[in-house]
């Protein structure tokens, strides 16, 4: 060892025995009875004098917020079921196999290595209790003196259990393999299939939601049909495939200009997507897909991207839980009837005369209210008065596919490959990590050029025999 052979060549063996002894308790290695004892560093005592901001959620608002906090006077437990931050604009693409999954992950802990107040747990958090200031997880109690909840949101079914079993939905990226499988599987599946009905079912996809997921899932499997699936899938052309968007509201996107909206409707048509507006799924079993207006897909493929709900721990009271299962908050983001708990992000709902649904489910919300919130958590414990958050809107993008994409920033609204090409340099430059930002530039690069993609692989297959039973056989 390495504290031998220099330090302390001349000394005797038992003097090496106790030096060794000495700086393995320094090192914290010390066994006791197979009890691993370990010392605490004055910095650690220094830090258990501050107080304790427990972040649950690893999303753009938890780590916007964590970050921001690296020199102030706290200690920092960011808590999450992964141990890895999603960048969820992307998510679509690994279901589309246009990137791998692991591109759009980075380690949490990586993030925050230069940062002294900062620990993460990987953990599942079960329940707030309030009245103690715990938390009750999968690893035990965790105590809290501010808690923030930025838990984000999970797939919206609106209470239809049936849609929930067989449709498939697209939060994390899990559910973006499943979909790349079933996708893939079912492809390969109407390659050889007799039944011709069965074949025309796997064939047709249906993107149910008509805001920026939706659209770019419609988007991308447009592109799939006309580029790769003759090329790929020899036996099968783009004249057997179907791709159908079903949106509840009158236009698509509703969030964005007019403009925007009618030149990706415009983009989806041209590229051979059937798009139904104004109407409601009432249900699917796994092969029939009915909706408001009488109208029925057989389908074995339906991509649910039709809302969101706010996802959270139990233990909050029901009276502070709003439209969307999201959290009232008062406008420095703390929940309402609490003085040290706070939320934002998708669960958060500030809700104003200018806001009266609260902010929108956006990226850009969570991390500005992650950032105004350290602020305020500072100014609190110095006993300074916190500042009402302010959304500063910096625009909206979607991309429809290859050289399409809408833009509306500000008073500007633009679309076609300006858009496309910006809505490129903004996502890239927002992933974490140098190494998943040049694997994702030469992904796109390799695609754009070859009009195909290497990551079309079910690596992890997905069980598709409880949807493959056609009613009418019964």
């Known amino acids: 060892m ?24 320094r090192l914290c ?18 830090n258990k004098s501050k ?8 999303g753009f608002g938890g780590l916007s917020l964590a970050k921001k906090l690296k020199n102030a006077p ?26 791998e999954a692991d591109s759009i992950g980075f380690p949490i802990r990586r993030i925050f ?82 039944d011709m009905k069965e074949k025309f079912a796997l064939m047709t996809f249906v993107v149910v939601g008509g805001g920026p997921t939706g659209v770019e899932l419609a988007g991308a499997l447009a592109e799939m049909r006309h580029l790769v699936l003759a090329k790929d899938y020899h036996g099968l052309s783009k004249y057997d495939m179907r791709v159908h968007l079903v949106e509840g509201k009158t236009k698509l996107l509703a969030s964005f200009s007019q403009g925007a909206s009618e030149k990706a409707e415009k983009f989806l048509t041209d590229a051979g997507v059937d798009i139904l507006k104004g109407v409601h799924v009432e249900s699917y079993d796994g092969f029939h897909l009915k909706i408001d207006n009488g109208k029925i897909f057989k389908t074995r493929n339906v991509l649910w991207a039709a809302g969101v709900k706010g996802e959270m721990p139990e233990g909050m009271p029901p009276d502070v839980v709003t439209k969307g299962n999201r959290l009232y908050t008062d406008n420095v983001n703390r929940v309402k009837g609490y003085q040290n708990i706070f939320a934002i992000g998708d669960v958060a709902a500030i809700i104003t005369d200018e806001t009266p649904n609260g902010h929108p489910g956006v990226a850009p919300v969570a991390i500005q209210q992650g950032e105004w919130l350290a602020k305020n958590l500072v100014r609190l414990i110095k006993g300074e008065a916190p500042e009402p958050f302010k959304y500063v809107d910096k625009g909206s993008l979607a991309t429809i596919g290859r050289n399409k994409a809408v833009a509306d920033i500000g008073k500007l609204h633009f679309q076609g490959f300006f858009a496309w090409l910006l809505w490129g340099v903004v996502h890239i430059m927002s992933l974490a990590g140098f190494t998943n930002k ?18 079309r692989l079910v690596v992890r297959y997905f069980n598709t025999q409880t949807r493959m039973t056609d009613p009418e056989s019964k």
């Not at 504290?3 to 308790?25: A, F, Q």
């Not at 290695?29 to 220094?46: A, G, L, P, W």
């Not at 107080?51 to 690893?58: A, D, E, Y």
Request: with cysteine.
């Open 2 to 25: 390495f504290i031998c052979n220099g330090l302390i060549p001349h000394l005797g063996i038992l003097t090496i025995r106790t030096t060794l002894l000495y700086v393995c308790k």
């Open 29 to 46: 290695i010390i066994e006791s009875s197979q009890v691993y004892m370990f010392t605490v560093s004055s910095e650690e005592k220094n």
């Open 51 to 58: 107080p304790r901001v427990v972040i649950i959620g690893g």
């Open 74 to 99: 706290v200690e920092v437990l960011l808590l999450d079921r992964h141990n890895y931050h999603t960048f969820q604009p992307l998510l679509y693409q690994v279901a589309m196999g246009a990137v």
């Open 113 to 194: 290595t230069k940062h002294d107040n900062f620990s993460f747990n990987l953990a599942d958090v079960q329940r707030v209790n309030p009245e103690t200031n715990t938390l009750t997880t999968n690893i035990g109690e965790i105590q809290y003196d501010y808690l923030v909840i930025a838990t984000g949101s999970n797939t919206n079914f609106f209470g239809n259990k049936q849609i929930e079993h067989f449709a498939m939905p697209m939060k994390n990226i899990p559910e973006a393999l499943n979909i790349r499988s079933l996708i893939i599987q079912n492809l390969e599946t109407a390659l050889v299939t007799k």
């Open 438 to 455: 040049g694997i994702i530039f030469l992904s796109w690069a390799m695609n754009y050029f070859t009009k195909n993609s290497d990551n």
